[in-house]
């Protein structure tokens, strides 16, 4: 049995550019950023990132394309696929893709992306979800559980 499965969730380094080919199919591809820290063995803090380039099909393409940018962070399922072609020289050249079949688009923070609140009216005082930080505002008082009409 073989398995050809890749799972990254990380940021956009670049705005997802959108293309057609000749048949119609939207393809949208973009690079993702990864990043991974440890402590060496002297104790020190190390980090270091990978990049990876990811395309995306069909639907899926237009909704990234639009609602995805540069700094945003998205999970990414699909499968690792590597091509090859010939240059202007002659000379064969590699890259090595993440071909999605599923993207999910991470939490909306500050990095290049809007807020909570951008999908709201102008001059709506929607609270922002950097000021709650995902907290849930309870009511201090108890709730009596016969004022519950069902």
Known sequence: MYLNKAIVIGNLTRDPELKSLPSGI???????????VWKDKNGAKQESADYHNVVVFGRQAETVAQYMKKGNSILVEGRMQTRSWDDKDGTKK???????DRTQFGPRGTAGGATASSSAPAGAN???EEDTGGM??????????EDIPF
Do not use: G
Not at 94 to 100: D, F, G, L, S
Not at 136 to 145: G, L, S, T, V
């Open 126 to 128: 929607a609270p922002k």
């Open 26 to 36: 939207k393809v949208c591809s973009f690079s993702l950023a990864t990043n991974r």
């Open 94 to 100: 590699y890259r090595t893709e993440i071909i999605a």
């Open 136 to 145: 849930i505002d309870y009511p201090e008082e108890d709730i009596n559980p």
